[in-house]
């Protein structure tokens, strides 16, 4: 598993590096493009950079609509991969439940008894003691927020 990720990291870092390689060659070029159209060209010269480049545009559409609908396929189809792979394995699971159902109907060995109960017991509560029994003789409540209990 080290290696395959070893792998994977060179092949990321190569794929990587090619980018940019591209990209620093691309703006050379259009740096060395700017540099001759602003110093050494002629204005004939610059029209007809211009009219290439507008006849040029529609194809731009063209490669990059053909890209992103490319990308989209790629995309749609992994799903697709992923989903099929998942329902599969759902269906294994399904499957493998039904052969293990089966097979213990085969085999099926009576049920178990119930595990024993502890018999119900009746609490005599005739033994409880009722406490003490307090009588309230009087219960006067003065202006000055104290009360008496008298017994």
Do not use: H
């Amino acid at each position: 598993m080290k290696r395959q990720q070893q792998r994977q990291w060179q092949s990321e870092r190569t794929a990587v590096m090619g980018i940019v390689i591209f990209m620093l060659v691309c703006a050379g070029i259009l740096f060395g493009l700017l540099y001759y159209a602003l110093k050494q060209s002629t204005p004939t010269t610059l029209r007809w950079w211009a009219g290439i480049a507008t006849l040029l545009c529609p194809l731009g559409f063209v490669f990059g609509l053909g890209l992103g609908t490319y990308g989209a396929r790629r995309e749609i189809a992994g799903i697709e991969t992923g989903l099929g792979t998942v329902v599969k394995a759902a269906g294994n699971i399904v499957d493998l439940r039904g052969q293990a159902a089966a097979s213990i109907r085969k085999g099926a060995s009576p049920p178990a008894p119930p595990p024993p109960t502890q018999p119900q017991r009746q609490l005599d509560l005739s033994v409880l003691d009722d406490g003490p029994e307090f009588e309230i003789d009087e219960f006067d409540i003065s202006t000055s927020g104290q009360g008496t209990i008298q017994a």
